[in-house]
Each structure stands twice: as C-alpha cells, then as structure tokens.
C-alpha cells in the first residue's frame, strides 16, 4: 500500500513553459512522465555527480510492524551540482510473497495479484547493496516508506534519508501540497501508470528534475534539506491537558507503555519560534535531540523519549 493516491488537478503552479492562452483562458498542456527509456543511462560528460537513491514500495497495509512488502522498486540517479539529474544508470524493481491472500483493496490499488506473488521474493542482499552503494534515499513519504525497508532489511547500514512531501516547502513555491501524482501535474507532467512502484519511481524522478520558479530543482531542494540541520522537540513537561494544543501544533504523540510524549521534527527556520512558544504556552523548555540525516523519518519505535525526571526545587 502506498500513500502516493491520485488527485485530478489542473494545478496553477510550477510549469510555466507548457501554458497556453485559449479565448482569454490559460490553458496547461501535461506532458506525460518520461520512461526508462528515455533518459540517458550514462551522463554526456565526465563531472562530479552524487549517486542517489529513489524507493517506492508496496504493501499489503500501512503499519511496518503488522504488514508486509509485497514490491519494491529503486533506482540510482546521478545529480549534477546545480541539482539536475544527468542519468540513471539503473532502475529495478522485484516481486515479494507476503504468504497470505492479498487485500482486496491492496489489489484494486496497486492491480498486483496472489498470482502475481506467488512464491516471489525480493533479493534482499541484492537491495541492500545497492542501496548501500548511494549516497542518500529518497522517497516521497519517506515517513511510510523507511520502516518498511528498514523492515525488510534490518541490516542495512545506517542512510541519510530525504523525504520529498515533508522536505520541501511545497506553498512556499506556489504549489498546492498533495499526494505525489497530484503535485506532478501541478509540475507539467502526468504519469500514464500509477501505485506500481517502477511508475511512482519514474513520476517522483520527474517531479524531482522540475525547476522551480526561483531556478532551483525540488531535487536540489530536497538534498538541501538533507544536508542541513534539523531536531526532534520532545514537550517532555507538557501536561495531558495541553494535548490539543500540541496536536494543533503538528506534535505527534509517542507512546512509551503507559505514558509517552509529543514531538515535532523541526528546522532551523522553525527553532526559535518553536522554542519561543514552547516557553510562552506550554511553560516549560523542550527537550531538543539532534536529528541528523540518518536518524530522520525512522519508526517512533526506534527511539526512547527523554526521561521526565522530578524536578528538584528549592
């Protein structure tokens, strides 16, 4: 299962070179998503490139722990300095039997089938060097999709992981935020095929080469965001009775046995006026744990919340 849902959209924003004027109405012309095919294997010239990753998967569900990979479907894109990807030298993608009947709705979604499955199985020491081998991971919900690599691969080596919807500040750039298929199209382009990993592959390698208005790529934006600093704020001291202010506030809740604790992935564009309202409403300093690249988009189980400690007064 995949959170990438279509949307139709004529969309307003990101792709002014194919808009067209008809009887005083502005028209947009979508291009479909280019195939395998048509982009280069090799780039042109011999330069330095970074070697990146894009996933997509499909499962039979949405929680990592309950549910299964049934495909998943990588490729490796050379990206330039200035953001642009100048191949892909491959793409690749494979078949997994979760052992049990498909959903019906996991059917409907992706148009995989029990026969289709049946008695496949992903190589996983194959993914897991390939993945390896790339500097960073990107995923469009990088949130869904890291757990369940992770999953599948629990010995991957620790990556950096970008995550296209949470990475980029979509209305910032005259985007309406949405699922993956629908910010494409706000792009230009539409993808013919959907909800099969090899297609959300090639339509996210599409919408990452789209430069924006201000001439930077959403590629070059993304791994921005990877490279610069982020955080975790725990609201350690916040009371049960402050629960919908953090929830208005996108703080999400950690359980840990029978208590647990908000908490918020912040940015340093975000830190002080986080920090600031932290003091003012909730009355008392987050608990702030660096998040690098690696440690960013990972399952709420694979870290321990500060301990909530008494505070000792004079």
């Not at 200035?82 to 494979?94: D, E, F, V, W, Y």
């Not at 089938?113 to 993914?127: F, G, K, P, Q, W």
């Not at 309406?176 to 090899?198: C, D, S, V």
């Amino acid at each position: 299962m995949n959170t990438n849902s279509d949307k139709g959209a004529s969309g307003s924003a990101g792709a002014p070179n194919n808009a067209t004027h008809l009887n005083g109405l502005q028209q947009r012309v979508l291009l479909p998503v280019r195939t395998r095919s048509e982009w280069p294997k090799q780039p042109a010239e011999d330069r330095p490139l970074r070697r990146i990753a894009i996933i997509d998967t499909e499962t039979t569900g949405l929680d990592w722990a309950r549910h299964s990979v049934i495909e998943v479907a990588a490729a490796a894109v050379l990206v330039d300095d200035a953001g642009r990807i100048a191949a892909i030298p491959s793409l690749g993608s494979g078949l997994n039997d979760p052992g049990h009947p498909l959903p019906p709705e996991i059917v409907e979604l992706t148009g995989l089938t029990d026969a289709m499955v049946a008695n496949r199985e992903i190589d996983r020491n194959e993914l897991g060097a390939f993945l390896a081998s790339c500097e960073a991971v990107l995923a469009f919900n990088a949130g869904f999709d890291r757990p369940f690599v992770e999953a599948l691969l629990p010995d991957l080596p620790a990556m950096r992981w970008g995550c296209v919807m949470a990475d980029i500040p979509w209305r910032k750039l005259a985007f309406e935020p949405g699922p993956q298929n629908y910010l494409l199209m706000q792009a230009g382009r539409f993808a013919a095929g959907a909800h099969r990993a090899k297609d959300d592959v090639l339509s996210l390698i599409a919408l990452l080469d789209h430069v924006c208005a201000d001439g930077a790529s959403i590629m070059a934006k993304v791994l921005d965001a990877i490279d610069a600093p982020a955080w975790r704020f725990e609201a350690t001291w916040a009371s049960y009775h402050q629960r919908d202010l953090l929830r208005d506030r996108r703080y999400r809740w950690r359980a840990e046995g029978r208590s647990g604790v908000w908490h918020k992935h912040i940015r340093a564009d975000q830190y002080q006026s986080e920090w600031d309202w932290h003091l003012s409403v909730i009355g008392h300093e987050p608990s702030v744990i660096p998040l690098p690249a690696t440690e960013r988009y990972r399952h709420d189980r694979s870290w321990k919340p500060v301990e909530r400690k008494a505070k000792i007064t004079a």
